[in-house]
């Protein structure tokens, strides 16, 4: 290593009131550094009431300006909360911000120990620690790279629909991408929306048409992402477009296709399975965009090489059986993932009957129960299709908050189960009875909303359902769904007979998640949730830059947080779009080409594709606007070739000795 | 003292020690109980086939475990009704072993001379009784004790099976005996002296 | 040949004699080979828990440790009784989920010269192996008298597929291996949604008012639904069921008439073995009538001479004993 | 009175998990054994077992590595790659007759703050077991390890 200058050092120790100074001694631990870090360079060191106040990081300027400040030691509170304001003291005074060093002497330190006399201890451990690897630290300039202005939604639900406007009209170009013929997500399958009572699609299907028409939104839907390279501000993407066997520039969106397909199927996917389609079809009236799709799988002519009903009738000649899956490839600058979420799988909880008993029904298929446009029309009815049930029973918490099935609260299932209670009410006038653990109606209007219900007569019964049976013990029950329950408010078991039994059943990830995270570059939690930057603070953002994430792929939600998320993902990309370029945080990984030996050893270990190898002159290279910084690479080379920067192994190797107290002068603590 | 316990418990004092007995009970159940995780959700009492003979259903139990109301516990019939069919366990949100709780109630409820009809009890004693002696259970022996002592009246109706059982071979009127009888008594003995504790 | 170490358990041995009858009548055919476990002793049943714990686990525990000496090419013990299984599954799932648990069972089977080491065996239940190991395919293969026309309510009882430690079950509510055997043999499996509710355990012995009404509402439900009989897989079941039927029709004044027998015997009948080769009729309500809708003649035996008295009078009121069954605890 | 052997222990923490587990169990003010130092690296995979070996050449007893758990990394799946050097690390420590215990590594998410709390407490209490480190015992140039580890661990 080479000889290097004396380095002035400033450390500052702060009191943060009595949260430090009550447990540390701040004077001690400030005068020992003085004293005792004088040899690697401390020139001043100081406590101070609140160091984050404006005084105090005025003090902070003023030393580096008056007494020459090289570097600044913070002994204070954890890095990720004020790291950012004492580089940006610095910054003012002219010292470059990464000459900056927190030392956690709160969260680490004084808040976790009790002994005074140990804690001072270790505080100086951890200030002596911060100031040997300061010295090691280096300028550092951020990053910057141009932005792509055009924005990928993937997600046609009512969060990416609202995301995709929000920046459409701010002027910027989105692609907004959607696996199913239509977007709409979930709400256009719901009837009413709670708490209001809005018809869901009377408020969702003015957004659908301004989605599909706006100039500055191209709309793919029966479209899916498959490939994914770049980095913020310039990425890369493959869609695959499957095949609609539809002619979109012919097709009119007429519908004799669909009204002369002699195939009926079973339409698992918007009917929930209660409803029929036919093997072309468009999933309901008010699909966005209007043209229908050709289900291959069910498709006569496909199956059995003839038919070709639609294609006779179709008065523009649209369809098109030897259309095929096309690739294109999209530019963006950012990225906002808003997939959505899938049911639980109700039959899992075999004690609740679904699949078994036929009057037993999961939430969606009860929206499509009650909703107008839907099977029935709207009519509630049982199994059979036209007997009107009298008493129903409605059952919370399907799926979740059970460590059988999925360990969290789904959030809309209590709401959802008091939507239905009104709506079986107003439309049956049946008695209905709420199942639930606890009554979760938080956020606006909610309780108002349950307070109604009440009022309606709808019997609540507090306690998990145990099972839904058809094996009557009397007269009372034959025939019946008996609901078997622990009245836990009453103390005793009942058994309530009803005709018909909905399950609130849970929301969980999407089944191909974790596929689709990988994919973008993103984690999952466990659950397979996306996983936000910070679970408060920064809820839409993920940790890498440039994806976004809204609605229910970040963990349940109800329709307006799933909104909001959408126009808070959305305000991100447009700050990004409108700052022209980004700039990375300069902690990135790089290549000393002169040492690298061609072993490759590294190449394998990057998860973001930033390594690349030069063939031609056998050495590996680093794309920094790739990189995210984990130094993975750094730890793996042999060489000791690849450095990264903010952690490099100069600096840690300092600050472990600092920690162990090895860099004092012989005085001893 | 347990006139005592009642005043208390009508007044609804709660002792600091009374809190430490969801935790006993917990360290003396075997595997790992999750006691401490019931939320009060009523699964159990939903899913027991008995619980119309039980004076609490096992939710209310678990719920007088954490007020600490010892006595009450130990002298509910609960965990004697309780036949083992494990709904509960496995419906459980919380995977409370909840059967295997009731198992420790009960040594807990003998130990603590709490639960007053020895019909239970008396079973589960001279079961054991049977086994330390002849190392398989006997069950002419066994059914007619019991019954002798606790269903005198009801030995006559039920004479019809006993004597079914016993003409067509189903009853041995003899008890079987293993060989290692005293292997099993050492092991046994050695085991009494042992407790869950940690 | 399959080999599996074997478990009887104290019915087998008197009141489930037809169970075991029959079962050995089904092993040659299907190329099992059952090794009993050697000086075995009783599991302790559900009693022996509930009185203390440490003796509990170590009285299971002895057969697990006696069982991995005769370990040969096998360390799977099959147990017959679903109430033998699931304490020797337990013992050996608590065993290693509570270490101190493990460590104090093992002090005390030092005491004999014995050690076990949790997870060392595999303990299963006669039906998964038939299922699981055997195969459907080779049961039905060997069915040369298809039970056609025979109508049977399956019942698995409780302690089987709850709490089912290692996941062998196919549900914990609804499995359906019992439907799936004995359709191997050709019967006709009604839909019986209490298939895995409890029999009434031993509250038949301390509790009968409250195992009557659980006996009942299994009989009643598989009346309803118009099976012959129920199948069983459990001695303790097929006792419940079986030998306290006539006490139960007796307390509620019903008259029920569902013969229980074993799988096994089904199985035996399906492979064309004779009903008395089964233990058929060993039943105290009799399958006579039942196996008579297809074709099978149960030989008479020795029935009891009906030694129900002609009337009983009223029924006992039910109202009456439960408050009996609560003032002694008060 | 007898004096208790007080470990000195470096703990390397990911930014991103477990580094705010030590925020969370700070806000939270859950106490834990003060005996541990921490190094913030950016993902666990950034820990070269030089790193280790620095520490207990410089006089810590015993070293905790800390990071996401399975399936949790920021960085997509880097944590498993610590896991691997975790392992034969702990062959490289018992091959130079250090107690491999002395190394351990913790999987602490960033809501697990009573997680790493319980888990530093615990880790105390086993290097107190241990003992002191006689490190020179074995080695007499750190250099020289450096060198060779660098060589020896692959990644």
Known sequence: MSEKKQERVGVYVCHCGSNIAGVVDVFDVASWAEENLKHQGVVIAREYKFMCSSLGQELIEKDIKELGLTRVVVAACSPHLHEKTFRTAAKNAGLNPYLVELASIREQVSWVHTDKAVATKKSKAVVAGAVSRVIENVPLEELKVPINPNTLVVGGGIAGIQAALEIANAGFHVYLVEREPSIGGHMAQFDKTFPTLDCSACILTPRMVEAGTHPNITLMTWSEVVNVSGYVGSFNVTVKKKARFVNEELCTGCGICEEKCPKKVIDEVFEAGLGYRKAVYTPFAQAVPKYPVMDRENCTYFIKGTCKACEKFCPTGAIDFKQEDQLINIEVGNIILATGYDLFDARRVSNYGYGRLPNVFTSLEFERLSNAAGPTNGNIVMRDGKTTPKSVGIIHCVGSRDKNFNNYCSVICCMQGLKFAHLVHERTGATVYNFYIDMRTAYKAYDEFYQRVLEEGTLFVRGKVAEVTNAARNEHERGKLIIQVEDTLAGKQRRIPVDMVILSSGLQPRADSKEVGKLFGISCSTDGWFTEKHPKLDPVATMTEGIYIAGCSQGPKDIPSSVAQGAAASARVLDKILQREVALEPIKASVNQEMCSGCRICNGLCPFNAITFHEDLMVTEINPALCQGCGTCVAACPAGAISGTGFSDQQIMAQIDGLLLRNLEPVGV | ?198 | MNKYLFYPGCSMESSAKAYMQSMNAILEPLDLQMEEIEDWNCCGATEYLGINLIPAYSLIARNLALATKQMNGTRTVTAPCSACYLNLAKADYYMQERPSLGAKVNEALAAGGLQYTPGTLEIRHLIDILVYDIGLETIRSKVSRPLTGLRVAPYMGCMLPRPDYKHRWSDHEHPTELDDLLRALGVEVIDYPLTTNCCGGHMTQIGPETAFELIRRLVADADERGAHLMATVCPMCQMNLDAYQGEMNHYFGTDYHMPILFFTQLMGLAFGREPGDLGIGAELVSSRNALANIGVEVPVTQEPAAPRKKDEGLPMPRRWTKHEGKEAVK | MTEKFEPTIIGFTCNWCSYRAADLAGTARMKYAPNVRLVRLMCSGRLDPTFVLRALSNGADGVMITGCHPGECHYLEQNYKALRRFLLLRRVLKGMGIEPERVKLVWASAAEGARFANETTTFVEEIRNLGPLNWGRFIKQEAEINESLHEEVPA
């Not at chain 2, 609804?12 to 007995?21: A, F, I, N, P, V």
């Open chain 2, 1 to 198: 003292m347990p006139q005592m316990t009642d005043e208390r418990v009508r007044a609804g004092l709660t002792r600091e020690e009374d809190l430490s007995l969801l935790h006993e009970v917990s360290m003396k159940t075997a595997g790992v109980s999750h006691l401490e995780m019931c939320i009060q959700c009523g699964t159990c009492g939903g899913s027991c086939p008995a619980a119309q003979d039980m004076d609490h259903t096992p939710r209310m139990l678990f719920a007088m475990l954490r007020a600490g109301m010892r006595e009450e516990v130990l002298r509910s019939n609960t965990p004697w009704i309780c036949v083992s069919c494990y709904h509960c366990v496995v419906r459980c949100p919380q995977e409370v072993h909840i059967a295997d709780v009731m198992y420790t109630l009960k040594g807990m409820a003998i130990k603590a001379k709490l639960y007053t009809d020895s019909t239970a009890p008396d079973f589960s004693q001279t079961f054991v009784d049977m086994v330390e002696t002849y190392g398989r259970s006997f069950e002419l022996g066994l059914a007619s004790r019991h019954y002798l002592k606790h269903f005198p009246l009801r030995l006559p109706s039920m004479t019809p099976m006993g004597f079914g059982m016993v003409t067509k071979g189903r009853m041995p009127i003899k008890p079987k005996r293993i060989r290692h009888m005293k292997q099993l008594n050492n092991i046994l003995n050695r085991a009494k002296q042992l407790e869950l504790t940690s």
